[in-house]
């Protein structure tokens, strides 16, 4: 399968994307315990499509389409957290429902019973005023950009 260098680096950043972030969520929570909460399910579900979706465009033709769809899906997960972000920040009411992990091997119930209730209303870790939500929106609305343009823009050989 023959890809153009624009394709192919749109390919490449729709399988790093989501891989680096999906990497930065699961060594917050494990690393530094900062466990997600309902929402921040639901931005990490569209990168691990984006991610399948690269690995297809990879075997699968036409790998611009389905770069596009990955490009698609990491603005979505974006989208999730801006609405997140916007809850954090007391933009807009969201859910009113609350998340909590069980660890395998544990008592179910008595995991469930002591474990901290993680709020999706309040953002548990920020960097200059930006919450891990809104550096998702930030990050993943530059790349699916990124590779939108890449996916659009006519190649350009050099003689």
């Not at 801006?82 to 809850?87: I, K, N, S, T, Y």
Request: hydrophobic share 55%; glycine share 12%.
């Amino acid at each position: 399968m023959s890809e153009t260098p624009n394709v192919r680096l749109a390919r490449q950043l729709a399988l790093a994307v989501p891989a680096l972030l999906l990497a930065g969520a699961y060594v917050g929570q494990y690393a530094f315990g900062l466990f997600p909460c309902e929402m921040c399910w639901w931005q990490r579900w569209p990168y691990f499509v984006a991610i399948a979706l690269g690995l297809g465009a990879s075997f699968i033709g036409p790998s611009r389409i389905w770069t596009a769809f990955a490009g698609l899906a990491i603005l979505t997960s974006g989208l999730i957290g801006l609405f997140h972000a916007g809850v954090e920040y007391g933009w807009w009411e969201g859910i009113t429902g609350c998340a909590t992990t069980v660890l395998a091997g544990d008592d179910v119930l008595e995991s469930i019973m002591n474990a901290p209730i993680v709020r999706c209303d309040q953002a548990p870790w920020d960097l200059l005023g930006v919450s891990l939500a809104g550096w998702n929106f930030l990050i993943s609305a530059a790349a699916a950009g990124v590779i939108l343009w890449l996916i659009g823009r006519k190649d350009v050989h050099v003689i």
